[in-house]
Nanobody
């Protein structure tokens, strides 16, 4: 059984930094994509960043240059380093993982929540001005 457990959410001021972590257990796919989504009440879940098993990253335009996604392929641990945080980054952040269903281009559909079959419970990030 696949489990994703996020940690690292907190409350920070504008300009601050946080690092989110996601520990995956029972996840045995080889050519996979893992990512981070965020959601605020009343809005759809938004793709923030994703990384393929080979380390190739993808970022939403809103976080490029501020967030860094990384993957420990051995430990199956996903991280999201968030710098220069803004109030607009406030959201519940979710870790997501797919089923390795696109081995030639694992993160081709990374911005679609429907691409991912496994989700964590979420960790809250609050950025105050």
């Amino acid at each position: 059984q696949v489990q994703l457990v996020e940690s690292g959410g907190d409350s920070v001021q504008t300009g601050g930094s946080l690092t989110l972590s996601c520990a995956a257990s029972g996840y045995t796919y080889s050519a996979y994509c893992m990512g981070w989504f965020r959601q605020v009440p009343g809005k759809e879940r938004e793709g923030v960043a994703a990384v393929a098993y080979d380390g190739t990253p993808n970022y939403a335009d809103s976080v490029k240059g501020r967030f860094i996604i990384s993957l420990d392929n051995v430990k199956k641990t996903l991280s999201l380093q968030m710098n220069n945080l803004k109030p607009g980054d406030t959201a519940l952040y979710y870790c997501a993982a797919d089923s390795g269903q696109m081995p030639l281009w694992p993160c081709a559909n990374w911005q679609s929540a429907g691409h991912f079959g496994y989700w964590g419970q979420g960790t809250q990030v609050t950025v105050s001005s």
